[in-house]
């Protein structure tokens, strides 16, 4: 993981407010949940190994923040409530746009990343 500490969601590629077919990033149309914007820009993932991924636990644990798992002795497939909490705020279909962007950025802001929404 790098040690950059803040990222970019790009409002034109955000696919956001759907649970359906939510992906870090969707191989229909290129567009990226929150997430996989953190994965790209922090993780340092590349696009290949984002696509049609449904959350980041799919992906390997050594590229994932600690936070992102459960306070437990081991790393299992179990989230964390602040990654929960960010897959529910991304896709969720009620929120306005402000107020999933203020929740998505206080989740991350708990962590020291800063997000930015561009676009």
């Known amino acids: 993981m790098s ?31 929150c997430l996989g914007f953190f994965e790209k820009a922090i993780c340092g993932l590349k696009i290949k190994d984002i ?9 390997e644990s050594e590229s994932q923040p600690e936070w992102f798992f ?26 306005t746009e402000s107020v999933r962007e203020e929740l998505i950025k206080n989740i991350f802001k708990k962590h020291n990343i800063k997000v930015k929404f561009v676009g």
């Open 70 to 95: 459960r306070n437990t002795k081991y790393k299992t497939e179990t989230f964390s409530l602040d990654l929960y909490t960010l897959i529910q705020v991304n896709d969720n279909e009620n929120l």
């Open 3 to 33: 040690k950059k500490k803040s990222f970019v969601i790009n409002r034109k590629k955000w696919y956001r407010g759907h649970e359906d077919e939510s992906r870090l990033l969707r191989p229909s149309d290129g567009k990226m949940c």
């Open 51 to 59: 696509l049609d991924i449904g959350d980041p636990l799919e992906l």
